[in-house]
């Protein structure tokens, strides 16, 4: 079976705007509403082979890098993102495996998944969330397995399980894991599966509690060994934040495409003038698509760097992966609300108007994404602590390793997930590839020189100059220690930062190739996601940035006309009306 392509998948699953299509946007809304699983479309892309993406070639799959396989993933996503763990729950477990599975654990899990089964992961308990280390389900001296597991996705219909169960007494080393047969461990009367409580959007999808109540675990269902069950879980949730993008990213660009696809047809009165002026032309429903527009832009560039830079850098991912997937969920959190407001009353209707039944859909779906993994305060304490000592590094990124992470024509090394690590080594090598191009200080001079939009070149040296200070204050948070909030605040300011030095290392390296659908070398999407991330960055709404962040909606507009994915790089879309 050939790699399947973005394009391929658009052309296999045809026009989401088809009322007729059973891959459709119309079939979406439907299946939301009765709270039905996406049985045919995920048996649509499992024939195909969309499931092997996320699978290494020596286990039967067809990964080659992670920036393919994200935007393969969004353009099943931005039909359903019920698709994702439809087919791709499985990704955690396969991670886990790779990295601590003995021979004929991973056999076994391969040929589970290459057929498009399913095997679950079993982490989280409800009475204790993100809180990981207070886990109660345990392994007792006698080898049986006692207490309930929640939100495990696939849990109602997987053939095997990866469970973290205690088998210690305290900190991290007090959890291993463990390989299960579910059919098995049912006909043993030792595993019960219940459905979790539904949620309010992704409906239909399969979360379940499993309750162990003694079941007998072999000896062989040990995963690597005694101890390292909660370290594994924790490395492997870098990759899975990676493809989560992917999601937020499909929900975003049908919101965003729906909204432009109204505000432009939309004839509204505006002043003196006749009824008959586009919605989108008026200046404050202009400004909303303009800050929406800009909030995806960047995600999308953020997304597309972490997606390269796990191959590259995989050692800061600790760091890097929980601030990319801060800021693409935040950013299209942002977009949602901005789009809800050009479409008023379209925004809350379920039916009798056209597309507003399936923004309620990506309203809903894109809230569960953002917190399907880790909760946004989770997700930014889950790394606050390394940056501090992160920023306090000196090191300048090699030029080399700037180019194979940035440049989107630059060949990735493979993905080494043996390589990720629970705490960043190294320097920041975004913030810290500033000095590639003269120094955080002198950065903005060097890409002034390229630059022609002056505004585009003042954002730049204000991103530089915020870089500059990031040390300092981190430096006064760890010498101050009061404030318990402080840190979390570091943290997401550091993020939205960093998102900012990673577009101005993204225009850098491919100033000689079209992005987002400009001429080579063009800026107006870096002036408007600039102008967002340093907005974010201050805690300013970024309305009050209105000039700068209209290149984005003429560019995401521009897209949309020529029949172009949201995204940096051309992926055609299927036909559309």
Same mark, same amino acid.
């Given at each position: ?20 299509n059973p891959y459709g946007?119309a079939a979406a809304v ?290 890097? $992966?929980? !601030? %990319?997937?801060? &800021?693409? /969920? +935040?950013?299209? =959190? ?8 050009? @479409? *008023? ?95 955080? $200080?002198? !950065? %903005?001079?060097? &890409?002034? /020189? +390229?630059?022609? =939009? ?8 204000? @991103? *530089? ?76 709404d970024p309305r009050r ?23 940096? /790089? ?8």
């Open positions: 079976m050939s790699a399947l392509t973005p394009e391929g998948v658009e052309e296999l699953l045809g026009n989401p705007e088809d009322p007729g946007f439907a299946r939301d509403e009765a709270d039905a699983h996406p049985d045919e479309l995920c048996q649509a892309l499992v024939s195909a082979g969309f499931h092997l993406n996320y699978l290494p070639e020596e286990w039967g799959g067809a990964f080659g890098s992670f920036d393919r396989s994200l935007t393969l993933v969004r353009a099943a996503a931005r039909r359903d993102v019920n698709v994702m763990p439809g087919t791709m729950f499985g990704i955690i477990a396969a991670t886990c495996l790779q990295l601590h599975g003995d021979e004929e654990q991973r056999r076994r899990v391969a040929e589970i998944l290459t057929r498009g089964g399913s095997v679950g992961f079993a982490l989280t308990e409800a009475e204790h969330g993100s809180d990981l280390l207070a886990g109660e389900v345990r392994l007792d001296e006698g080898g049986r397995l006692y207490g309930e597991k929640w939100m495990v996705g696939n849990g109602l219909r997987c053939e095997a399980v990866y469970v973290v169960a205690r088998t210690g007494e305290r900190g991290p080393g007090a959890f291993s894991a463990y390989l299960l047969d579910t059919a098995e461990a049912e006909r043993r009367g030792g595993l019960v599966r219940e459905p979790a409580p539904r949620t309010g959007g992704m409906r239909g999808i399969d979360t379940a509690r499993l309750r162990f109540t003694g079941l007998p675990v072999p000896e062989d269902a040990l995963v690597g060994k005694a101890g390292e069950g909660l370290e594994v879980a924790i490395l492997a949730q870098q990759a899975v934040r990676l493809m989560s993008m992917a999601g937020s990213l499909g929900c975003a660009d049908s919101a965003l495409r729906l909204t432009l696809g109204f505000a432009g047809g939309r004839r509204v009165t505006e002043g003196r003038r006749a009824a008959g002026t586009p919605l989108d032309r008026t200046p404050h429903a202009r400004r909303e698509l303009a800050v929406a527009s800009a909030a995806l832009v960047a995600a999308d560039a953020v997304a597309l760097a972490a997606a390269r830079g796990v191959h590259v850098v995989p050692e800061v991912f600790s760091v890097w $992966a929980l !601030a %990319a997937k801060h &800021v693409v /969920a +935040e950013a299209g =959190d942002e977009l949602m609300r901005r789009c809800a407001g050009v @479409l *008023a009353t379209r925004s809350v209707l379920r039916e009798q108007a056209p597309g507003s039944g399936l923004f309620q859909k990506l309203q809903r779906d894109a809230a569960v994404v953002r917190v399907i993994d880790a909760s946004p305060l989770a997700n930014l304490r889950a790394y606050a602590a390394q940056i501090p000592t992160l920023l306090t590094r000196d090191g300048v990124t090699e030029p080399d390793t700037l180019r194979r992470i940035f440049a989107l024509d630059a060949e990735l090394p493979p993905y080494e997930p043996t390589r990720l690590d629970l705490v960043a080594r190294g320097a920041d090598p975004v913030l810290g590839g500033l000095g590639g191009l003269g120094g955080a $200080a002198r !950065a %903005a001079g060097a &890409v002034h /020189a +390229e630059l022609t =939009d002056p505004r585009a070149a003042a954002l730049v040296r204000r @991103l *530089a100059d915020a870089v500059a200070e990031l040390g300092p204050e981190a430096a006064s948070v760890r010498r101050s220690g009061a404030d318990p909030n402080a840190l979390v605040d570091l943290a997401e300011r550091y993020a939205w930062l960093h998102a900012a030095a990673v577009c101005v290392h993204l225009w850098w390296a491919n100033r000689h190739r079209s992005l987002y659908g400009g001429e080579p070398g063009a800026s107006g999407w870096l002036r408007a996601a600039l102008a967002f991330l340093l907005a974010r960055a201050d805690g300013v940035c209105g000039p700068d962040l209209l290149p984005a909606v003429d560019a995401v507009s521009a897209l949309r006309e020529n029949g172009l994915l949201f995204t940096a /790089a051309p992926v055609r879309v299927a036909a559309e009306s």
